[in-house]
Every structure is written in C-alpha cells, then in structure tokens.
C-alpha cells in the first residue's frame, strides 16, 4: 500500500494542485513563498492536527464567503438551497488522497471499498472540511449578528460588535461548527475533476485509523548555542529523547523479562544499601525534632526511604556526553549546533520507526494492527545543518526508516517520506524525486501548481534527461528555489556578470536570481526543465559564426557574407535560426519567446562614430565584446599578463576595424586562458568601471522587468 498522489483545493495558496507521490521520498522544491509550507501544512491538518483556521481557506473565496452570510442576516426567510452546503462547496479546503492498494491489502480497507467488484488498485478518500450542520451553523452566526448589531443600535454606536461579518465569526467560532468529513471518490474517474454527487455520504469514524501512522518533525526544533541565555523546551534535546524512548521500548519495570531480572535486582539491592545510610545520616537530625515533641501522639513517625528509577539515570543535562578522550567528554549542549540537529532528526525516525514496528516493550497486542502505511513529513530538515551534513542526511534518512528486520525485505509495510526544502544540497541528490512548486501571479492573488521533474524531458528524450540529472548533481545550484536563472557561455560570463549585477541593476541584485555556466553547446539541453519549470530564463550566448564555404571553419561575424552560427542554442531552441544575418538584424523582442518568459542575449552590432562616420563592427564572443565596448578603460591597464595583456595591446589600437580583427584572433586562439582573463579583469581594474556589454544590459534590463511585473521578490 502506497499514496500515490494527492490533491489540494481551497487550502490557502495552493486552490488546485496535484502532488504525485514517489515511492520513497517525495521532496517539495520551489521559490521562496511558492507554497511548499503550504502543502506540508496541508498534508498535517488535514491527516494529524485537523484544527483549521479561517486563513487556510484560499483568501480570495473570503469575499464570496461574506456575501454568503450577508445573504444569510437580510433574507426574510431563507430557501432551502440558501442553506444547502452546495452554496459553499467551491470555497471549502478539500484534500483528495490516492492510495495505491494491493489485492493481498483488501483487508485492511474492507470498510471503504467503492463497490463489492472491487479487486484493488486505485483508492480516493476526500477529506473536506465543512460545517458540522448547516441549519446550527447559520442559525448560530444569524444569532449572534443580530444580538450585537441590536446593542450597538441600543447604545447609539456607530461601529459594529463582534461578528461583523462571516469570517469574524469563523475567526473565533471556525473549529466548533466546521469538521473534516470523509467520502469515497471513484476509481473510474482519477484524472477527472469529481464533484460530490446527493448520494454522496459522509463516512462514519477516521476512516485512515490503522491504514496510515503519521510522524511529523517541524521546520522549528528548538536548539539553542550552549552560550545562549534563553531556556528551551527540554523536551526536545536528544536526553529527553532517548528518555522517552526508554521509558516506551526499554524500561525492564515495564512488563519485566527473564533479561531484565538480573538488573531489577541490582536497583533493589542498591536502594536497600541507600536507605540505611540516608537512615543513619539522618538519625542525628531527626532526633532533634525530639525537643519539639515531635513526633507526639497521633502525628506519624518520619521514615526516608529512596526510590531508585531505572530511567532516573537520563533525568539530568548530562546523560548525553560526546567522548574526547579517556577521562574527557562534553555535554550534549557544548556540540555543534548542526550535529545535534543531524543526531536528533536521526534518531527521532529511528524512534517513528521503532513505535511504528511495536519495538521492545511497545510490543503489540492481540487486537492491534500494525498499520501498512507509515508516512514521515519533515519540513525544512537543514535548519542549522551544515552543507555536508544535509547531504549525509538525505542519502541516510530512508534508509534509517526501513532498518528493521521486518521492513528490509517486507513489501506488507510501506514507508514514505516527505521533505520540504530550501537546500540545493538536499534537492539534487534526488531529481526524480523533486516535486516543483511554480508561482503563478497572473491571478489577483498569487497561487501555485506543482510540477512533478520525472515528466519533465518524456520518454523520448532520456539521454537529455540523463545529461541534466548529472549536471545538476555536480553543481549544487540553486535552480529550484531562484526567482529567475540566468545561462551563461563560459567562465568569464560566470564571474562577470554578478559584478555587471551589482553595478548597474540594483533592483536585479536584490532577487533571487541563480547563474549557470553550462556553455553554448548545451544550454538547449535545459531547455525541457526550463520550460516546465516556467522559470524567467536569460540566456547569455555567443555567435559563433562560422563560414559554410570554408568547410564551417570559424570566422569574424559579418554581415551579407551569408555566415552562419554553430551554436545550438540558437539553431534549436530560440529563435531557432541559422543565418548569422537573420541573428545580427533581429529585432530586440524577437529574441524573446513568446509563450515563455525566456530571452536570449547574444553579440549584437556595436555603433562608433569614427571621425564623423558611423562604423558598426560585430563581436565574437563575450571577451572581445567586453574589450572594444570598454577598450578606453582597457588601453590604460598596466603590468596585465597573458590573455588580458594581448587585449590590452589591441584596445590601443586607433583603428576599430583592426581593433575588432586583433581581439577576434586572440580570443580564438586554443591558448586563451578565459577564466584567467576574467578574474585578471576583476584584479587590475574596478569592476565599476567597467560598462556591461550593450547584448547583455538589454538582457539584464529584460529580466529585471520580469521579475517587476511578476512582483517576484523586488525590493522597490
């Protein structure tokens, strides 16, 4: 028995997604604010907590809501189909659950199969939250509007009482008269969008009791620096922990074995050895009470006597130490914060799997049933871990939570993870396992929808699949969580334009916005994941132009002289053209998708007036566009070596067609030394000093407006 997907409406953000489950681990990626909490906090509610607040309803319905119950207080009377839940069905958070059951399984959901000749396979639960009553609920709220609208018009004041509208009511009133009801939905209809029919019946009890065991470890766990003043909740360090644990699966008082009479034993015999000394300790002090006449008649006689627990021994700051050396350990709370999270974590799902599995002395009894499903949700396991530690954490987790001898090698249990994620080091350990929360601002209020990246490149093209899963696990990049991303050629690009960033787009600076080096040659292959993604993309290329009547040998781009690009990216994904005239004469928005917020740059004419004519020469490549726009700043850098030397030689050159002819044969030479030439760049000159190559400033700029008219994380 698996969950094989899930399907949110009405719940905050998230007003109509579909989550695929995997069949292990299942990690929520996505922007800052792109509703991975709020699916997390879905799945919590709804499954453990079931206590809802009027803000996990999709605001945007609240206005609808609140012209409900204005209809409510002001008809005469109402119909019946005023007071039906129909009126509210749109508006009410739904979670649909898919749960994948074998036909050995049937036994286990005998009480909710949709028909008799059902063999297995697909099963939908709705859990919706909606009013226990419809009659109580609106007789309630008519209530209590009318009462405080009388007092107020009593006392001749002009402001309105509590409730001033439905969602005043439901603010303090939400969780007495709303309760999360339980229906069948049918397996025929899965893609479908299924509404509940008339005969369509709530079921009794919580149908997921003995199907599903939830364990939930929050984003916020409460460890605090050894040096901080603030008392936390002890309950939560690893002492406390491995107290409960104790207590729960080890304690030998607890339903003693033949194992544990040895140990009983020695407790017994070592209370008897301290109670008479505490007795003979005390003897002096007690018998002064004797002056007092105490004890007199009737008050009874002082006798001490110890109790030595087995689980006294973890009951103090100190029961967890981590050894130095012989003689020489710390305490737990001296540890480094990022290790006593990893422990913790770790050995709270060794705990779930343990209470899960009825270990030790938790061991089940006759009329229980282990249940075949256990579900384990982590929100944002690398708060206070170190990047390395987040990698040891997401390649040990489910491994941690199948070590038991009954789940190795056992299919009758099944154990899913789920993990919400802002870290690069936990997401691309795991691609097919990343499940992509895209932002959609088009809408009044800003909602979401889920991208599973297993289908993102379809089986035709698992070659660029396989490309992109290796990239990505070799670059720790934050692709999943940027507002935009921008693709660049080579390593010159790559360390450039932050500093072109930083100087001339301030308000690009302050957004998310990650920079991938993935060179010409490959930039398409990302093109499935972008375009699934529905990421802002820019893409910073080159040109280069080759020469088909020289056996496509490379050649300074002209124009007229029928030249054509080698690069890919240009030829297959955008604009999809050949001709490096149609490239050079292509208008600004043209090097826009138009379906798609993607963009690309590349080298594009650069204007001088030269001695009252105007010349226009065309770069190859990012170096020697960088070069000719800044060639005045160029031509005075002294003692440059290597590859920034020869171009600083050419910048002095008065002649701009001889200038454009020297930095083409430099750049093209196999000895250049690019990266070298960037960061030598960055070293002799001030990178303010420097102007951002016009093809690339139009793509900032561009980006930029994108991320404005999106109000995706500018800080205006």
Known sequence: ????????????????????????????????NSGKTTAMDALMIFLKTKSFKPQDFTLCHWKSLNEIGVKWITADELKEEDKSIKLLEQYLPVLDLWIEVENSELHYVSHIIPTLDWKGGLLGIRLRFEPRDMDVLIKEFITLYNKSNKLSQEKGKDFKLWPKTFWDFCERKLNAYFIIKTYLLDPEKYDEKQELLDN????????LKGLIKIDIINAQRGFSDANSETVENNSRNLSSQLRAYYDKHLNPTLDPTEKDIDALESINNAQDDFDKNLKESFKTSLSELEGLNYPGFGNPQIQLSTKVSTADGLQHDSAVKYYLDKDLSLPEKYNGLGYQNLISIIFKLIRFRDEWMRVGKNAITEDEVIEPLHLILIEEPEAHLHAQVQQ???????????????????????TQLVISTHSSYIAHQKFESLRYFRRNNSLALPTSEVISLKSAFGEKDKETEKFVIRYLNTTHNDLFFADAVILVEGPAERILVPHFIKNENCLLDSCYVTILEIGGSHAHRLKSLIEKLGLICL??????????????KKCQPEIN????????????????????????????NDKIK?????????????????????????PYTFEDALVIENKDSFKVIADATGLLKKMVEASKKDDLKELVKETYAIIIDKQAKKAEFALDVLYFEDPKKIKTPLYIKEGLDWIEEQLKSNKQGLIN
């Open 1 to 32: 028995m698996k969950i094989n997907s899930i399907q949110i409406q009405n719940f905050r953000k998230l007003q109509s997604c579909t989550i695929d489950f995997s069949e292990k681990e299942t990690i929520f990626v996505g922007a800052n």
């Open 392 to 414: 040891v954490f997401i390649k040990k987790a489910y491994e941690v939570l199948r070590n038991n001898v009954n789940l190795k090698y056992n299919k009758d249990f099944t």
């Open 561 to 588: 002289k029928n030249y054509k690009t080698n690069n890919d990216t240009l030829k297959t994904w955008h604009p999809q053209k050949e001709s490096l005239d149609e490239l050079l004469s292509l208008d600004s």
């Open 594 to 618: 138009k379906d798609l917020p993607i963009r690309v740059a590349y080298q594009k004419g650069i204007e001088f007036d030269n001695a009252g004519n105007k010349i226009i020469v065309y």
């Open 200 to 207: 369509n019946i709530a079921l009794d009890g919580d149908v």
């Open 539 to 552: 893409v910073i290329t080159d040109v280069d132009s080759i020469n088909p009547y020289d056996n496509g």
